[in-house]
């Protein structure tokens, strides 16, 4: 099974090694033809503006959104949640919209305000979590399922293959999450 | 809940990571920037050639500057304290900056010591020439680093010659023995225990920039092709004839460095790139580089 990082910008290297600490084979995506063969993709955390300027003006945005509309699983962290929502409630722009949330963007305020805490993750309990700048996600469509919470709030959600999370799992040594995610990507 | 913890500090940074920092001094150079793709904003009162070229002390920002600059974003905003100067650190830690620059761009306020970063929240960065200089700073708490190469003169090559001695120095630390690596420590005046980290991983255990100098995409390009994590670009960008373009083209270079083709088309039609300066015409007590 080969996983796709989307690695234009942003913490692409950190998701690479998790995949491959869970023997899958992990490549980063740069250009539309990294996007064939794939099983899954997984959408980094970074800057989701540079992140989408950086998509759009070297053609990788429409061909992403086309694979992941054809049914590609795709696991968002943090700006790859704000990629992946229909709504940003305090930005002018949304991008790929295929994630039925509203998110707020940089919602846990300024860098001084960013924490470690656990998850609370449906049939794993509680999984520790970095928050940096993190979004949060205040609305959440019919068909989304919130798979954990953190303070009663959603932080992690699935919605068919597309699997969001406001926080970067990525950061930690636990690899339950980046698990589920395989396993999602193993069923379609 | 933790909130200010190393992880937290040194994951910030790894967002970072592919991206281009700008500097910029009001807050519609910052929507520029926002715009053209940057990961986050340098918050300054004057770019660092402006400061080379004005001469006198130079200090931390005005807050209300930094505050007009944060309100202009939604990108991370940065901001400079003098090396070793506490108080203007906590204003700027008060004031709600994402990352601390500890820099060599504005004049040293302590003679002897850098801060002690681990009793801050906020993240800091610090600049480096070689890996001993490297490892002084992440003792010190630094979350981040960057190559320090030579502010405001629009000339690469110091920034070249710092990433080329760290990986250089990071390359032999690899083969050492434990007793060379002992011997060597102490050569270059870094802490055992950090050198063993970085032995063990084989890189830098934090970021890694590369700043001072950068003026073109290429420039841009060559510093990630040296292995560095993304760039500083300080008075590059806004003393150059067409920022935005020039903006917009060294952020697909800093991602695109290993595609020449792409390269060549984004490097077309600039205009004209900000007045450089040799390193050799700087008299030695202006180099920025040795505070």
Redesign the interface.
């Known amino acids: 099974m080969k996983i796709g990082v989307l690695?234009?910008?942003?913490?692409?290297?950190?998701h690479i090694l998790c995949l491959r600490k869970l023997g899958v084979e992990a490549v980063p995506v740069?250009r539309p033809p990294d996007l064939l063969d794939l099983s899954g993709i997984v959408l980094p955390?970074?800057?989701s503006?540079?992140q989408w300027?950086?998509l759009s003006?070297?053609g990788l945005a429409e061909p992403l959104k086309k694979a992941l509309e054809e049914g590609l699983p795709a696991f968002g962290t943090?700006?790859g949640l704000i990629l992946l929502a229909k709504e940003i409630t305090n930005?002018p722009e949304h991008y790929l919209g295929l994630l039925d949330v509203a998110v707020e963007?940089?919602a846990t305020?300024?860098?001084?305000?960013?924490?470690?805490?656990e998850v609370e993750v449906d049939g794993l309990g509680e999984v520790p979590a970095?928050f940096?700048?993190a979004p949060a996600i205040r609305r959440v469509g019919r068909g989304v399922e919130v798979l954990g919470t953190h303070d009663d709030e959603p932080a992690l959600v699935k919605q068919g293959a597309i699997l969001g999370a406001t926080f970067?799992p990525e950061?930690t040594e636990d690899l339950r999450v980046h698990e589920l995610f395989l396993n999602l990507c193993r069923k379609e | 809940?933790?909130?200010?913890?190393y992880?937290?500090k040194t994951?910030?940074a790894?967002?970072?990571?592919?991206?281009v920092i700008m500097d910029v001094t009001t807050p519609e150079q910052a929507q520029i920037a926002?715009?053209?793709?940057?990961?986050?904003v340098m918050a300054l009162e004057r770019v660092p050639a402006d400061i080379r070229a004005q001469g006198g002390v130079a200090r931390m920002a005005d807050p209300k500057k930094i505050k007009e600059i944060m309100r202009a974003v939604?990108?991370?905003v940065m901001a400079k304290c003098r090396i070793g100067h506490i108080a203007e650190a906590r204003i700027l830690?008060a004031l709600?900056?994402?990352?601390i620059d500890e820099s060599e761009v504005l004049t040293p306020a302590d003679p002897f010591h850098h801060i002690d970063k681990w009793q801050f929240?906020?993240?800091f960065v610090c600049g480096c020439r070689d890996l001993g200089e490297a490892c002084r700073r992440l003792a010190e708490g630094a979350a981040m680093l960057r190559t320090k190469g030579e502010a405001g003169t629009g000339n690469v090559v110091e920034a070249v010659r710092h990433m080329r001695i760290l990986n250089d120095q990071i390359r032999r630390l690899k083969e050492m023995s434990r007793a060379e690596l002992v011997t060597y420590a102490k050569e270059i005046g870094a802490p055992v225990e950090i050198l063993e980290m970085i032995q063990e991983l084989g890189r830098l255990p934090v970021v890694n920039f590369a700043a001072g100098g950068i003026a073109t995409p290429a420039d841009a390009a060559l510093m990630r092709m040296l292995g560095a994590d993304g760039v500083f670009v300080g008075s590059g960008i806004f003393k150059s004839e067409n920022p935005e373009k020039r903006a917009?083209a060294i952020?697909?270079a800093c991602?695109?460095y290993d595609d020449p083709e792409?390269l060549a088309k984004v490097s077309e039609d600039l205009g004209e790139a900000m007045p450089g300066v040799e390193i050799e015409k700087i008299p030695e007590h202006s180099l920025m580089q040795y505070r």
Request: hydrophobic letters at 40%.
């Open positions: 690695a234009v910008q942003g913490a692409a290297r950190e740069l955390g970074g800057e503006t540079a300027r950086l003006r070297a943090c700006a930005w963007r940089n305020g300024r860098q001084v305000d960013s924490f470690e805490a970095v940096i700048r970067h950061l | 809940m933790q909130k200010g913890t992880r937290v994951g910030f790894e967002m970072f990571k592919g991206g926002e715009e053209a793709g940057a990961v986050a939604s990108i991370p830690e709600g900056v994402d990352f929240k906020v993240p917009r952020v697909l991602t695109y792409l």
